[in-house]
């Protein structure tokens, strides 16, 4: 993996950048390999480009679709929230430690299959349910059996995503970037998450378009035909890019062989059973979830991994519960669509700050100085509650939200390329599913909260639960930067300054 020059401005005494420095210092002396072909990078973001465009299609659509449904609460879009933020907490560490142990081919096919496959299935359902819209009043048990469907389809959606954002979050663009020149790998981390919010630009304002000029059956037929046809483009693409590059059929060999030694090293039945009833606590330890979450919590980069799903508890982002309660006050959908739009072009351009950022102050202060940021935006979205005019209020929700975007994405980098960085090469996809699960299950309370308080009326209370969230995460955050670096400020250079002025 290729490492950032810039943490060497961190001071050497520092634990956490003590192993980052003998990386760089080892890596340094290797030779670099032969520069990456423009045309399979190219591959890798447009395969990446079609799986993000689907997934933010659905999600931005499916509060409009469910609020449409059972209008006048959201019940419905709250549920639904629920099944798939509750899929990916439940499961999402047994993704990452079943990620880790496949070949890249197997989790490319269990990926992009189900995730395909279930969009068309929901597609579907929902056309059902509109098209049928008195069916819940004439025929109760297809009414909750097409609900189902949606929701079961999109948990098989969420967790067949996280399986492609570890494999290429986490993995491939570290693999590719190793004894590449300094500064790939940041590089690369800042087009995926730019390609991911040009996605979240672009697909929100098409949904949102085809809803108020067509109809929300269109949008649903339209999305269940684009992911059909999409999906074998997304694995050509892919493989494409697995075949064509070295050092990931190198460490995939790598990792078949060592998934099948671990095999051999397994104990007979007589040896497990005899084991398990003479150290049962142990064998517990040993399950993949319970390990998979220790494993977790012994990493240096713990407070960021927490301080970073914290904010995934919340309702201050352009998610369901938010899109739904704007309609409910009158918003337009496609006003809607636009301002998320313009929130994913505020993120965009934290893509390219964030590296400039970083190559000057460090990866650890860029992440510092993010968070706060984010979190005097979102003290606007909690002034949103006084006025009493609709249109204001709204106005200011979608602009602090919009505007807070830039320090989220940017601690979102911070955080990825210091677990990137700090997290051993083999650890790697489990704690990526760990962390994913640790920030599904705290979007599953952000909806949980929506079941509690259901009423659009009450919206507010869920965004100061929100805003108490994200200012934990950044005082967690906080102690972690003085934990690492034993102070926040350099004082002496500010008392420095002002001497000199």
Same mark, same amino acid.
């Given at each position: ?7 060497? %401005? ?15 210092? @080892? ?6 390999? +032969? ?79 189900? $995730? ?8 579907? @359902? ?37 399986? =492609? %954002? ?6 491939? *663009? ?56 999409? =999906? ?37 039945? *007589?040896? %497990? ?14 399950? +993949? ?27 201050? @982002? ?6 739904? %309660? ?14 998320? =739009?313009?929130?994913? *072009? ?73 677990? $990137?960085?700090?997290? +051993? ?13 640790? $920030? ?62």
């Amino acid at each position: 993996m290729s490492r950032e020059a810039i943490e060497l %401005t961190t001071p050497p005494d520092m634990s956490m950048n003590e192993p980052l420095l003998e990386r760089e210092m @080892s890596s340094s002396s290797l030779p670099e390999s +032969p520069p990456l072909p423009s045309h399979l990078k190219l591959y890798l973001y447009s395969g990446y480009f079609l799986s993000r465009w689907g997934a933010r299609m659905w999600e931005f659509s499916v509060s409009l679709y469910m609020i449409s449904i059972w209008p006048d609460s959201l019940l419905l879009t709250a549920v639904y929230g629920v099944a798939e933020s509750g899929s990916a907490a439940l499961f999402g560490s047994f993704v990452g430690e079943w990620a880790s142990r496949l070949d890249y081919l197997r989790v490319l096919q269990l990926w992009l299959v189900p $995730q395909n496959l279930s969009f068309v299935v929901a597609g579907v @359902s929902v056309v059902l349910l509109l098209t049928y819209s008195d069916l819940k009043n004439s025929d109760v048990m297809a009414f909750v059996l097409l609900v189902v469907i949606t929701n079961i389809s999109g948990a098989i959606g969420v967790l067949s995503t996280l399986a =492609g %954002t570890i494999l290429i979050e986490r993995e491939w *663009v570290v693999v590719m970037s190793e004894n590449q020149p300094p500064g790939l790998l940041t590089q690369m981390n800042s087009i995926i998450r730019r390609i991911d919010l040009i996605s979240k630009l672009f697909a929100p304002v098409v949904s949102g378009f085809i809803i108020s000029f067509g109809s929300l059956i269109a949008s649903a037929a339209t999305l269940a035909v684009m992911c059909t046809v999409s =999906g074998c483009l997304q694995y050509w693409l892919l493989v494409s890019v697995f075949r064509g590059i070295p050092a990931l059929v190198e460490r995939n060999l790598q990792r078949t062989s060592e998934a099948s030694g671990s095999a051999l090293e397994k104990p007979s039945l *007589v040896e %497990t059973r005899d084991s398990s009833s003479a150290n049962l606590s142990k064998n517990i330890a040993r399950m +993949p979830f319970i390990s998979s979450w220790k494993l977790y919590l012994k990493q240096i980069v713990v407070l960021p991994g927490v301080s970073l799903a914290l904010l995934y508890f919340t309702v201050l @982002s352009f998610g369901s519960l938010m899109t739904a %309660t704007l309609e409910w006050e009158g918003t337009p959908a496609f006003v809607i669509g636009i301002a998320r =739009g313009v929130s994913a *072009v505020i993120g965009i351009s934290a893509t390219f700050v964030y590296p400039a950022l970083q190559s000057n102050v460090s990866t650890l202060r860029t992440g510092l100085w993010s968070i706060w940021m984010q979190w005097m935006f979102l003290v606007v979205c909690v002034g949103s509650i006084l006025p009493k005019n609709g249109l204001v209020s709204a106005s200011m929700l979608m602009g602090g939200v919009a505007a807070s975007r830039l320090g989220l994405w940017m601690f979102d980098l911070a955080v990825i390329q210091q677990m $990137q960085d700090e997290v +051993p090469e083999s650890d790697r996809m489990i704690v990526g599913g760990v962390q994913n699960s640790l $920030q599904s299950f705290l979007d599953l309370m952000g909806y949980v909260m929506g079941i509690i308080v259901s009423d659009p009326k009450d919206f507010w209370k869920l965004i100061l639960l929100s805003f108490a969230a994200s200012t934990t995460a950044a005082v967690l955050y906080t102690v972690h930067v003085y934990r690492v670096r034993k102070h926040l400020i350099h004082f002496e250079k500010l008392l420095q300054l002002i001497v000199r002025q």
